[in-house]
């Protein structure tokens, strides 16, 4: 007989490939009771989960465990999901979970709960990527099947809400095995005819394995997919749905929907009618602003016109004028004062008037210049003498006395 001898660390190996190859190991569900369990600083979970005859490893990474909904402790009875994983290095079979939850719950709302975390750490929930509704859409798509009350229900409600709007129905199956693949083909199907502005996805009350349908993958991915703004309307208000927390927009119920999606034509007939009253008194308020604006305007008009500033100009020039003219007056007086006082002082220092008082002025009869000394004299001088009355000629001779003292005072 042929044996073959393996290291421990090859046989470990293999035990891990035969496990990680069988399907069931790969997605499978266990219950027990937690008899140990640690909550590590790095965020990760260890646990022990057993029944009265056995006992499991288990092990839960962060990213996995800040989803979760509950926090286990020592003695719960629970439900895990996730994977048998073989601990090569200490040969020790394990669970690597991805779900926690609270013994007793059905298996659909097992697998809707991992579903639901999944979907949520790919991001297919979040807010951001929500998208608005149009306020008055023109054309409503309506995915949900074509004998059911719901597409009556919303019909009734876009009579009596919004007359005008088109409602486009692509009917599908909304419960059973088929339905998830229908509801797919029915939106995917929506979202290439043109100019629908919203879909309404749902279907009216019922079981949880009736509601099964909108809390399929396929269907959450479709939804994520779509290109039009989805409203999912499952079931009743306390139903919630994958579908809901995947559409833009989640309604209590398919009537709901409609109500949501579409505008109350009287609620826009009354604002319409206060938007007019609105603009009635706005208009009334501008105009009567801008005639006072005018009439601002007419009385700057009036105060900056050329014949006004013609008119301040004039009275600005007969000031100066006035001002000129009295300036010119004043200068002239005080000319006329100087001039006097001239003429006073020349009056008085005029010849005239000095041989009047009994002088009179001697002049040389050649040059005309006057003989102010004795010393302008030569021996005998032609001059001619000034009176008041009269010119006389005569010779002037030196007088020898004065002479010789002139002459002696000189050296």
């Known amino acids: 007989m042929v044996f073959q001898v393996f290291p421990v660390s090859t046989l470990n190996a293999y035990i891990q490939q035969v496990l990680a190859a069988d399907d069931i190991l790969a997605d499978v569900w266990i219950e ?37 909904t509950i926090r286990p402790s020592v003695g719960d009875s629970i439900v895990v999901h996730g994977r048998i994983d073989y601990y090569t290095a200490q040969g020790r079979l394990q669970i690597i979970a991805d779900v926690f939850e609270h013994q007793g719950r059905g298996i659909l709302a ?32 309506v995915v949900t099947s074509s004998t059911g009350a719901v597409w009556h229900d919303i019909q009734n409600v876009a009579r009596r809400r919004f007359p005008l709007v088109e409602l486009v129905l692509v009917p599908a199956s909304v419960q059973g095995p088929q339905a998830p693949a229908e509801i797919v083909a029915a939106i995917e199907h929506m979202c ?15 079981s949880p394995e009736d509601l099964a349908p909108f809390n399929d993958e396929s269907v959450a991915r479709a939804i994520f997919a779509s290109s039009i703004p989805v409203v999912s309307a499952v079931g009743h208000e306390t139903d919630i749905s994958i579908a809901d927390m995947v559409a833009d927009v ?90 006097s006082s001239t003429a006073k002082l020349l009056d ?30 030569r021996d005998e001088t032609p001059v001619l003498v000034y009176f008041q009355d009269g010119t006389a000629r005569g010779v002037l001779r030196r007088d020898s006395e004065n002479a010789t003292q002139q002459e002696s005072e000189q050296s």
């Open 110 to 141: 097992l697998q809707m709960e991992r579903l639901r975390q999944q979907l949520e750490a790919e991001g297919l929930f979040d807010p951001e990527r929500k998208r608005p509704l149009p306020r008055f859409p023109r054309r409503v798509g």
């Open 348 to 377: 008085a220092l005029h010849p005239g008037h000095v041989l009047r008082r009994g002088y009179a002025l001697v002049r040389h009869a050649v040059n005309d210049k006057p003989v102010r000394r004795v010393s302008d004299l």
């Open 250 to 339: 989640r309604a209590p119920t398919p009537s709901a929907a409609a109500e949501i999606v579409l505008p109350d034509i009287l609620e826009l007939h009354e604002r319409l009618a206060d938007h007019r009253q609105d603009l009635i008194q706005i208009i009334e308020e501008y105009l009567a602003e801008t005639g006072h604006a005018v009439d601002r305007l007419q009385r700057r008009l009036l105060l900056q016109s050329p014949a006004i500033h013609i008119n301040r100009m004039r009275r600005q020039l007969d000031s100066v004028a006035h001002q000129i003219h009295a300036a010119a007056d004043a200068d002239l007086r005080r000319r006329e004062q100087s001039l």
């Open 192 to 206: 290439m005819l043109d100019d629908i502005d919203v879909m309404i996805v749902g279907r009216g009350g019922g």
């Open 32 to 68: 027990g009771e937690i008899s140990s369990i640690t909550y590590a600083r790095s965020g990760h979970v260890y646990f022990k989960l057993c029944d009265d005859d056995a006992v499991i490893d288990g092990a839960m990474w962060r990213t996995f465990f800040s989803r979760q």
